[in-house]
């Protein structure tokens, strides 16, 4: 007889069958199934002229990726943001990074950078002064995950261009975290504060 003690003992291996049955393994064969048939019919090339243009509380987007377009790309965000002259977006803030490149116009982003620890939920306190980063054409503009950022055109009578790409995959991930804690001069009928 063996004197060694058993990894899994009667008790455990009595849990370890249950009653309940499910499907969620079929399931998830079916839906691969169906995603890469449907997958094969979205588009490669979006033109100029499939792309929506749309009113937000972040002020005038154009939409050049997004998922709720038919495309092949399945983690990206692309738009393009216009700020009128001498004009701002809102102040938003989101789980995502956010990278962003200046076609046209000069200005600077507002970062009010984020601190958190992790008790029995995330704390998260948010810096009260910001950071001014200025940027121009053909500059590259990182935005920290979380970080609550605004964007500031300074040229007085040009609209400003700038392209943001964020990524879905945290979404996915369940960190749908995505606040747009004031709107866009000129954009505040359709702007839902945050509720906290």
């Known amino acids: 007889m063996s004197t060694d003690i058993p990894f899994v003992n009667d008790i455990e291996r009595q849990r370890a069958r249950t009653d309940l049955n499910a499907d969620f393994y079929s399931q998830a064969l079916e839906a691969s199934k169906e995603f890469r048939k449907e997958y094969k019919e979205r588009i490669n090339v979006v033109k100029s002229s499939q792309m929506p243009m749309e009113r937000t509380a972040d002020g005038l987007i154009k939409h050049i990726i997004n998922e709720g377009m038919n495309t092949k790309e399945c983690c990206l965000d692309i738009y393009m943001q216009f700020i009128p002259a001498n004009g701002s977006t809102g102040t938003s803030r989101h789980l995502t990074e956010e990278v962003a490149f200046v076609i046209e116009g000069t200005g600077y982003d507002h970062h009010f950078d984020v601190s958190f620890r992790c ?46 790409m964020n990524s879905r995959m945290m979404k996915a991930m369940g960190f749908d975290w995505f606040d747009q804690l004031e709107p866009a001069e000129g954009f505040e009928d359709i702007w839902v504060p945050p509720s906290e």
Request: aromatic share 18%; glycine share 4%.
């Open 119 to 164: 008790e029995d939920e995330f704390i998260w306190e948010w810096e009260t002064t910001p950071k001014k980063l200025e940027w121009g054409p053909g500059d590259f503009i990182y935005i920290p995950p979380y970080c609550a950022h605004k964007r500031f055109n300074t040229d007085p009578e040009n609209e400003a261009r700038v392209i943001v």
